[in-house]
């Protein structure tokens, strides 16, 4: 039986009077809109202290200060993540009001779980705990307007601190999500120095989920046999392409013969980020949602060719086209290795696992020969 987690504290962490706001409500563009129907963005961060390498964490108390602290921080830098997206009675538009003061703030929800859930085990199974992830992430009030721009929860576990986070789509992308994420920690350090193993993975869906880690050596190796094999002799494909190719001939083949033939036509979508595709660039320092939706097709038969390699190379060339510029969530190791994370029905899940494992298994086999 799932071990309920139990609620200690909820507040709210309001934007600093200090801070420099915006003087009116700021228009949501369009690219930011097309969300409010789809508001839902949740990460969840796993800390894990007491291991091998001498991690330490905190008393449960501090940690919860700490992180208020750095949120408050964070916020003033960041404000549209303390408002509220409302809509202007004069124009009907849809709008992020900074200084919202009815609601107004970041939802910051303190629980605990420390009976139940073991922070090493979810952090390290491959296989994620959907059901586990889902009750340390908060939910968002976000389905009328005015909605809730963020909110955040932290709960002690066995053996570590969860750190769930649910922020709304037209205010963020996964770029300015993880530039949050880099401030909120830049602002723990100047406080705090503490070492701890952190684990990082997107709130759990419905299906099962499972991630998959992929090392520098097994990347690289990726790109060198993608070149190898390229129909137009192209230079290495990025690492976002190599990856994605890799996953999406798994899915096929995952899905052959029950759902997908040979001659039938597959595509692929993803989002890419764009903000050096517009003219003029919205630039670096741009802090909210910039991200266009990409569509790749290729044939089963491609991908479902008897030579692995010709198969990984075909769809690769297919994601080429697209251009954009992607984001893969680091490795846990803080190396250039990536993750990828992967929900599907559990009819196809141990298919894919299978033929993704065993291509970056025999990767590392051919390496070790050369």
Known sequence: MPTSVKIIEEARVTVPATAALPPEPLLLSAMDAEWLAHPLMQCLLIFVGGGG???????????VAALR????????????LGGRIVRLPATGDAAIDCGAHDGGGVRFVVADQSDGADARRLAGDADHDSEAFRRLVPALDAGRLPAETMAVMVTRLRGGVALGV????????????????QAGNATRRRRRRTTVRRSSSPAARSSPGACFGISVQQLQRLKQRIAERSPRRAAAPSSFVAVVALAWVSFVRAKHPDVIGPSDEVTLFFFADCRTCLDPPPGDSYFGTCITGCLARATARDLLAEDDDDSVAHAAAAVAEEDGQVVLLAGKGGDASVQVSVSLNPAHMEAFKSYFMSYLADLCSIHSKM
């Open 53 to 63: 390498d001498r991690s330490i964490i905190p008393p449960f108390p501090s940690v």
């Open 69 to 80: 602290a750095s949120l408050a921080g964070t916020v003033a830098r960041f404000p549209t």
């Open 166 to 181: 649910a922020m709304h789509h037209a205010v963020v992308d996964g770029r300015s999500f993880w530039r949050f994420v």
